[in-house]
């Protein structure tokens, strides 16, 4: 999802709840499928993708957001500490406009998270 598509349509999705990723080990240890989505976009195991010969190029962070694009029937956004989508999260709280359930504010600076959350089913939203 663009950030600034969500920006100015966040009243159409509910169901939102924002994940914490530790590392790539995790992500993949919460859906076995990942590994088989990984291995579909990139070309190579999961379990290989370190090795010198793999030129693995992507962050940690462009993988989980490559993989969770393949879901079509969520929406996600994924961010980190102090990047721009974090900024946009930052501001939702502010003006608290979303109440995420925790302080936004308080992220760790070397995990990936990300929020989750269905397009809402409730046609008048889409009016506005």
């Known amino acids: 999802m663009i950030i600034t598509d969500f920006k100015t349509n966040f009243h159409m999705y509910e169901n ?3 994940w914490e990723i ?7 240890k919460s859906h076995e ?9 990139y070309k190579c195991s999961f379990e290989n993708h370190k090795e ?8 940690d962070i462009e993988v989980v957001h490559k993989l969770l694009d393949y879901f079509g029937d969520k929406y996600f956004i994924v ?6 989508e ?9 003006k608290k406009t979303i109440n995420f359930g925790m ?8 995990k990936i998270y990300v ?10 939203k889409y009016d506005n």
């Open 86 to 94: 974090h900024a946009l999260m930052k501001e939702f709280q502010d």
């Open 52 to 59: 010198p010969t793999a030129n693995f190029v992507d962050s």
């Open 16 to 18: 939102m709840v924002i």
């Open 79 to 84: 961010f980190s500490n102090n990047n721009p």
């Open 103 to 110: 302080d936004i504010y308080v992220l760790h600076p070397n």
């Open 115 to 124: 929020l989750e959350m269905d397009k809402t089913k409730d046609l008048q």
């Open 22 to 28: 530790a590392s790539l080990d995790d992500f993949f």
């Open 33 to 41: 499928m990942l590994k088989e989505i990984f291995e579909k976009e």
